[in-house]
């Protein structure tokens, strides 16, 4: 028993931190976005991993007038890929929130407040 060796996949353990599961959730949404609307700030991500399971959620800011749903869709769908590619974890559940909108009147009236 001594001499035996023990299959390296067997010897340890991988942890992936949920902070780095978040920032792969956030980037996967900047990716799916296409970037970030002008004035706005980047998608952030906060997770709960539970056994290899990663329940996520994002909150993004979106340009207005568009395609609502069909963005929180892109987001949900890429950023289930992307963390089940990148760190190996089943993503059964994006919940996305939608936390402001910007439109270009409402960036015309930022300038003007300036």
Known sequence: MAG???????RGATTI???V??????QAAREALHGVPEGGEAPHAGVLVHHEVARVRIGVELDYPSDI???CGAVRHRVARRVSALA???V???VVTVERLHSAQSRAAQG???
Do not use: F, L, T
Not at 4 to 10: G, L, N
């Open 112 to 114: 003007r407040i300036r």
């Open 21 to 26: 599961v978040a920032k792969i959730a956030a």
């Open 88 to 90: 190996g974890m089943e």
């Open 92 to 94: 059964p559940e994006v």
């Open 4 to 10: 035996e060796r023990v299959a390296s996949a067997e």
């Open 69 to 71: 749903g069909a963005q």
């Open 17 to 19: 931190a949920d902070r």
